[in-house]
């Protein structure tokens, strides 16, 4: 039997410690050399000093370059069965090459999150409106559904947004699959191990500043929740992580206030396990949040928003307490940190939520059924998506001879 070849077209390269993002591309990685595939990652980023070590698990890496024909020759060459593109942005960019080149390779689009969804909650917020159906119909969300229907499946990775695609946007349910954060059960040794609320103190908040989210939320816990706390609690502390702090949040730090900025971690996962409340007023934003499983990996409850917990749990009791009123999450911010019977209460909800809803066993099973019956039958597949023929057709066409035509103007430089 031949070698089942893989081509990952990122946006960036992954950096498993820095984001969600970062840790979902590993997974995905992961899944494919687990299923005996050669794995080869290729992008036009920049390389960082935070990246993973895609060598030491086996992947080749590779920079390519936009409007280039040398792209061509290098997944000729790879010649792969499955291409992932990271992002719709990269099927824009080299769907059209994929398809001219090896169009029997199966096509998927990572979408991360719904990134027109992410786009106007954040202009609802910060205009100070509520989010309008009519406000999803941007060019960013006709580019977006666009490369969904270009693409043979796309992963989702929240149930909502799969909904939101089917319901308003007519996309059929067999381009989409759902498949969230694939994660391995906790063992109860561990579970145990985790059960300590004495040891346990003060609260945390943690993400990537690169997304408008978390440094929205940072600045709305400074400035809006925090002193709220410090009324009831005179002697809190919250320790706030993240990778890429920019400038504003890094002045935010005052130890009078018991506000301190700490930069980077080394492990999000064991800041997060010295504290015992994670706190996430999340307005905007779209997928799920990596964040919060992390949490719940080492037994610590969160307070977060509505938009922050979508997805998260389906009917299941959260994993702490969801509020959008500042001094109702101010509230329940002090009531999981000082009860110490509500804060066992929730932290088992969250090893439920990661048992029932991110199985790691689970979603490769179904994963692997879903790859298995595209191969088996991808050219009736896209027959039946007559839309995504037609896209594929203009999109060859119009973003074949624009390439072309700056990769020729390149190449005339002097």
Known sequence: MSQKNLLVIGYVWPEPKSSAAGARMMQLLEFFLAEGYAVTFATTATKTGFMADLSSFGIASEKIELNNKSFDAFISKISPKIVIFDRFMMEEQFGWRVAEVCPEAIRILD????????????????AGKELSTSALFTDLTKREVASIYRCDLSLIISEAEAELLSSSFGVPEKLLFYLPFMLKNISEEKKAALRTFEARKDFISI????????????IRLKTVIWPLIRQEMKEAKIHIFGAYIPQQILEFHNEQEGFMVHGRAASAK?????????????????????????AMQVGTPAVTTSVGAESMARDLPWNGFISDAPSEFASAAVRLHDNEAVWQETQENGFRILKEIFSEEKHRKRFQNILKTLDSGLQQHRNSNFTGLMLQHHALNSTKYLSKYIEAKNRNRP
Do not use: S, W
Not at 113 to 125: G, I, M, P, T
Not at 207 to 218: I, K
Not at 277 to 284: D, G, K, S
């Open 270 to 294: 064991t800041e997060i396990a010295k504290a015992r409340v994670l706190l996430a007023p999340i307005r905007f934003g779209a997928g799920i949040k990596g964040k919060f499983t992390d």
């Open 207 to 218: 993400g990537n500043f690169l997304h408008e989210p978390n440094r929205d939320a940072v």
């Open 111 to 126: 979408t991360e999150d719904l990134h027109f969804l992410r786009k106007a909650r954040q202009e609802a917020v910060k």
